[in-house]
């Protein structure tokens, strides 16, 4: 099956500094790509929609100018957290969906990268 | 906007019982996909099983079944047999059907169901 890496799995950070997850579909070309947040105990929250080539959606209430997304090739989308604080500690999930295959609607998961701001 | 809601924040089942995880769902589409979702402690999100909301045959996979009734926009997971495994949280979620090589196709989740399977 479609494989999704994501890297760091876990950070750690000063406050004020800033962090880049990346997001990589391993065996498939993800045209699409989407972050989520994940508070703990808690649901995930879309963040944003990255597609390839063009300027990520965001969600409203979320700050692009916070969190920077780059979805430069169709393998690899960055999350950057700029001038990172403490309520930015959280979990963050990115997933991809190749849209030119039949079952459009699959959807892999990556598996999380944990965000420290200390 | 389409919402989920899943109205079991814990539930627990003995091993080698049945329990049901309800999940209801509001949305003005006709054409969407419903999916339950499984997170252990790993946090890895699991595709547990899906259903297209066209089809009104149930989708099953092995000891998941759901039961899809579209006219009251409701969702639950069956799952048979538990397993000291099926142990995590669980998430309903919706997604809005997506043309073939459409942009979107982002998921909405509900609030999770956390099982625990008792030996």
């Known amino acids: 099956g479609a494989v999704v890496s994501q890297h760091p799995s876990w950070v750690i950070c000063k406050s004020g500094t800033s962090v880049k997850i990346e997001c990589r579909s391993l065996d498939f070309q993800a045209t699409t790509m989407f972050w989520y947040r994940q508070f703990p105990k808690q649901s995930l929250m879309l963040m944003a929609t990255?597609?390839?080539?063009?300027?990520?959606?965001?969600e409203q209430g979320v700050e692009k100018d916070k969190f920077l997304i780059n979805h430069a090739s169709l393998t690899l989308s960055t999350l950057t957290v700029t001038s990172a604080h403490p309520e930015d500690s959280s979990f963050y999930i990115c997933s991809a969906r190749d849209p030119q295959t039949s079952g459009s609607y699959e959807q892999y998961f990556g598996p999380g990268t944990r965000l420290t701001v200390t | 906007a389409q919402t989920v809601t899943q109205s079991q924040p814990e539930m627990s089942v003995q091993e080698a019982e049945t329990v049901t995880l309800s999940c209801t769902y509001d949305?003005?589409?006709?054409?969407?996909?419903l999916f339950w979702y499984k997170q252990p402690p790993s946090r890895q999100m699991i595709l547990v099983i899906r259903q297209e909301a066209y089809k009104q045959q149930n989708a099953t996979e092995n000891r998941f079944s759901v039961n899809f009734q579209k006219a009251a926009k409701s969702f639950s997971l069956k799952i048979s047999d538990s397993q000291l495994g099926d142990t995590a949280m669980y998430f309903c979620a919706f997604m809005k059907h997506v043309n073939y090589g459409g942009s979107q196709g982002n998921l909405i989740f509900g609030k999770g169901t956390k099982l625990s399977v008792k030996p």
């Open positions: 990255s597609n390839e080539g063009s300027k990520a959606t965001y």
């Open positions: 949305t003005s589409e006709n054409n969407y996909y």
